[in-house]
């Protein structure tokens, strides 16, 4: 019984560990589309000291 109980708080954990890298890969690819705008635009300057892009 405790094993199951184990087993469900690693899923959990694996499932929020998920979660939380595919949130973190949208707001990186939000913010290199977001950078890329800035790219074409008259605040590249502000842009490019902040990210790799």
């Known amino acids: 019984?405790?094993?199951t109980e184990l087993d469900k708080a690693r899923t959990r954990q694996e499932v929020?560990?998920?979660q939380?890298?595919?949130v973190r890969a949208r707001i990186?690819?939000?913010w290199m589309h977001k950078c890329h705008e800035l790219?074409?635009?008259s605040l590249f300057g502000v842009?490019?000291?902040l990210a790799n892009c």
């Open 1 to 3: 019984m405790a094993q």
């Open 20 to 22: 939380i890298e595919q």
């Open 47 to 49: 842009c490019a000291p």
């Open 39 to 41: 790219r074409t635009s």
């Open 16 to 18: 929020t560990a998920h």
């Open 28 to 30: 990186a690819d939000n």
